[in-house]
Nanobody
Framework: QVQLVESGGGLVQAGGSLRLSCAAS????????MGWFRQAPGKQRDLVAS???????NYRDSLKGRFTISRDNAKNTVYLQMNSLNPEDTAVYYC???????????WGQGTQVTVSS
């Protein structure tokens, strides 16, 4: 079945940058939309950004300008470039694919992002 594998998480100091990658096991053209969510301890899983099959993007308002989502169709991979990170960005970041009425159909295992002050 579909597998989404995240990578690129780690520890970074405040003000630094990270680039997350999500590699899909099938053509990303099969998905109407792909995106990134994040979940901090004790908090709900929130949408960070998403990108449609046509390239349209949307962002969580508070993150717009710092985070950028993109895709490489040849590599079946979506990316999340995160700049000017702060400790509040600390969370597990999940790749998601295939938007349905009830939410994304497929999920990756998550990658930890920790931002130190």
């Amino acid at each position: 079945q579909v597998q989404l594998v995240e990578s690129g998480g780690g520890l970074v100091q405040a003000g630094g940058s990270l680039r997350l990658s999500c590699a899909a096991s099938r053509s990303i053209f099969e998905f109407n939309r792909m995106g990134w969510f994040r979940q901090a301890p004790g908090k709900q899983r929130d949408l960070v950004a998403s990108i449609s099959s046509s390239g349209d993007t949307n962002y969580r308002d508070s993150l717009k300008g710092r985070f950028t989502i993109s895709r490489d169709n040849a590599k079946n991979t979506v990316y999340l470039q995160m700049n000017s990170l702060n400790p509040e960005d600390t969370a597990v970041y999940y790749c998601a694919a295939g938007w349905r009425v009830g939410g994304p159909e497929y999920w990756g295992q998550g990658t930890q992002v920790t931002v130190s002050s």
